[in-house]
């Protein structure tokens, strides 16, 4: 049964240290997106990749956040200096996209980043 | 732009009654829509798709939803609910013509069921 990994689960962590959350999206998609979800925000889009190409990081504060894919396997997303309002769950989704067509995004568990 | 609103933030049923779920979808095209659920603490999970093919498209765990363009809705309902379908409902429309591949999602549903 194919899934989508993250990890670490959870991070604990004091401002203004670096913290890089991994993603292993389901082989065979070409696409993998960046989430964060808070109460007050909900689910809120950061980045995404289309074939390991950044497509639109617009979502992401520019200064602290960076999100890359070394190969086809892996995605990350640093965050530094970490801040404690950057405290959410981060999730990595994946999904197969083609020419015209949406098809479903998969989601992994999420990373729970507390900044202290 | 495309967005849906989901008309209620928490809705509260009795095990055993029915359940519903309503959302608005505005699209400027003929839209995919998701229903997508997340359990506490966990990833979310997806309920169901309409991609216009029938328009009452069934999902996992009994759940379904009808997609009526006249109305731009698409509800999710289940005809009885378990205390296991306890859990947050999230309502999802995909972007411009779909070719980019996102999602918007709605602010949620939260759906708590009473013995």
């Known amino acids: 049964d194919a899934r989508v990994t993250q990890t670490p689960r959870h991070k604990v962590t004091e401002m203004g240290q670096e913290v890089t959350m991994r993603c292993q999206p389901i082989?065979?998609?070409?696409?993998v997106f960046w989430y964060r979800q808070t109460m007050m925000q909900g689910l809120e889009l950061l980045a995404y990749?289309?074939?390991?190409?950044?497509?639109?990081d617009s979502g992401m504060p520019k200064d602290r956040f960076s999100a890359e894919m070394p190969d086809a396997t892996l995605a990350t997303l640093k965050i530094q200096p970490s801040e404690p309002r950057d405290s959410a769950v981060y999730f990595c989704?994946?999904?197969?996209?083609?020419?015209?067509?949406?098809?479903?995004?998969?989601f992994g568990p999420g990373t729970r980043l507390t900044v202290l | 732009a495309q967005s849906v609103t989901q008309l209620d933030s928490h809705v509260s049923v009795s095990e055993g009654t029915p359940v519903l779920l309503r959302c608005n979808y505005s699209?400027?095209?003929?839209?995919?829509l998701f229903w997508y659920v997340q359990h506490p603490n966990k990833g979310l999970q997806l309920l169901l798709k309409?991609?216009?093919?029938?328009?009452l498209v069934k999902g996992i765990n009994g759940f379904e939803a009808e997609f009526k363009k006249s109305e731009t809705s698409f509800h999710l309902t289940k005809p009885s609910a378990h205390m296991s379908d306890a859990a947050e409902y999230f309502c999802?429309?995909?972007?411009?013509?779909?070719?980019?591949?996102?999602?918007?999602f709605g602010k949620g549903t939260k759906l708590s069921v009473k013995p």
């Open positions: 082989l065979g998609h070409n696409t």
């Open positions: 309409y991609t216009s093919a029938a328009t």
């Open positions: 990749f289309r074939n390991r190409a950044p497509l639109d």
């Open positions: 999802v429309v995909s972007d411009q013509k779909g070719s980019q591949g996102n999602l918007i």
């Open positions: 989704a994946s999904g197969l996209v083609l020419a015209g067509a949406t098809d479903t995004q998969y």
């Open positions: 699209s400027s095209y003929s839209p995919s």
